[in-house]
Nanobody
Framework: QVEVVESGGGLVQPGGTLRLSCAAS????????IGWYRQAPGKQRELVAV???????NYVDSVKGRFTISRDNAKYTAYLQMNSLKAEDTAVYYC?????????WGQGTQVTVSS
């Protein structure tokens, strides 16, 4: 069993930065692929970025060059560094830990980009 807790969301102006954290319980964190998803009001949840257990990363086109996903297995934590934020990045951001059919979600953290 893995518990996932996100933090770091908030209100930021366009062009600003935020760093989201995904803290996971359990010593098996390193074997999970970690994904950051987001869901804006009235829209479906979308995958924003993923980092595999080997450290490979992938991003949705809309955030490439602005967001960076990383992980620190020693701290059982993954991060999403978000730069040059835009109004369209406003959403609830969720962390997902997945390994085959074993999958865990956090409760989400709100990111609002507004002037």
């Amino acid at each position: 069993q893995v518990e996932v807790v996100e933090s770091g969301g908030g209100l930021v102006q366009p062009g600003g930065t935020l760093r989201l954290s995904c803290a996971a319980s359990g010593t098996m964190f390193s074997i999970y692929n970690i994904g950051w998803y987001r869901q804006a009001p009235g829209k479906q949840r979308e995958l924003v970025a993923v980092i595999t257990r080997s450290g490979m990363t992938n991003y949705v086109d809309s955030v490439k060059g602005r967001f960076t996903i990383s992980r620190d297995n020693a701290k059982y934590t993954a991060y999403l560094q978000m730069n040059s934020l835009k109004a369209e990045d406003t959403a609830v951001y969720y962390c997902n830990a997945k390994r085959y059919d074993d999958e865990y979600w956090g409760q989400g953290t709100q990111v609002t980009v507004s002037s």
